[in-house]
């Protein structure tokens, strides 16, 4: 196996790529491809890892979840247990080269799973570890992309298929930072939106007529003392109103219910977890859908004093 130590080194940096380019006999053209499939499967492979750990910093409190901890290392354990199974001699000589070649994709898979759940790190983690198992196995002509007496035939079949999963992890990776992108910003633009809520002393909400779902956003335990999920339909809602206030407050949710664009404020009273009564003027209209029917009732409730319980 005097090719092991060249083909090695190669893929992890092509220190000695033009060792191989004088000595080995193989057409020129093949080697050309080679040594250029060598500097691509390092750039991709050590390049992100660079990246990602260039950009690490750790964090006080937070983290990975437990269940993504174990989901991950389960992922990983299996793209071990896979690479190795696919790339051992012994395990595969007695397979038709067919299922050798098609054990190929398990550890893409698992690597795969890899990042989804460890993110960049652990898919940067993933393809180094595929690359110097694969690597390794391959040096000692064992795997599936080995041929007799041809050396350059495994050194480039490895590097492509290592090229191939380094690409797909980098897609993988991109495409799961762009998701964290846009969540990060949406929960930053709800931060804002809340404080903008709390700040005007206002509440928002949003009423399904199919469902009889009823959503609150805002400072709901400072205006009530209570939390969303505790007024989540209109029953709820009238529960804890003032029961001078329910009769009307039937009429015009029933009002609403059926299409009246009546953007009068509604004045109501609603039980405060603490004590008394807070006053709450009601802005809101339904919103149509493309059939003329309700699809939606959302509006806005300015919070006013808190009157005391024993007042009328």
Do not use: C
């Amino acid at each position: 196996d005097q090719a092991g130590a060249p083909f090695l080194g190669d893929d992890l940096g092509g220190t000695r790529g033009g060792w191989l380019w004088l000595t080995q006999e193989a057409h020129g053209w093949l080697r050309l491809r080679t040594w250029v499939a060598a500097y691509l499967a390092g750039i991709l492979i050590v390049a992100p890892a660079l990246t990602v750990w260039a950009h690490f910093r750790p964090r006080r409190s937070g983290g990975p979840r437990k269940r993504d901890l174990v989901l991950g290392a389960i992922a990983y354990v299996a793209l071990i247990a896979s690479t190795f199974m696919t790339f051992d001699g012994d395990m595969i000589q007695n397979l038709p080269y067919v299922v050798t070649f098609e054990l190929t994709y398990l550890p893409l898979v698992f690597a795969v799973l890899t990042a989804l759940v460890w993110g960049p790190p652990g898919g940067t983690l993933a393809v180094i570890t595929l690359a110097l198992m694969a690597l390794y196995q391959s040096a000692q002509g064992e795997g599936p992309f080995v041929e007799a007496n041809d050396h350059w035939h495994v050194l480039l079949a490895t590097q492509v298929y290592l090229v191939v999963t380094a690409l797909l992890i980098l897609l993988v990776n991109t495409l799961r930072a762009a998701r964290a992108q846009e969540l990060e910003n949406a929960e930053r633009w709800r931060g804002r939106f809340d404080l903008a809520l709390a700040g005007s002393h206002q509440l928002m909400y949003r009423y399904n007529p199919f469902d009889g779902s009823l959503e609150l956003a805002g400072d709901l335990q400072g205006a009530l003392g209570v939390q969303a999920a505790a007024i989540s339909n209109l029953d709820a809602l009238l529960a804890l109103a003032h029961p001078d206030d329910r009769a009307r407050l039937t009429l015009h949710w029933a009002a609403r219910r059926a299409g009246a664009h009546d953007r009068t404020p509604l004045l109501f009273r609603m039980a405060h977890a603490g004590g008394g009564w807070r006053v709450i003027s009601d802005r809101g209209s339904p919103l149509e859908d493309f059939d003329g029917s309700v699809a939606v009732v959302a509006g806005m409730w300015r919070l006013g004093e808190i009157e005391q319980a024993d007042v009328h």
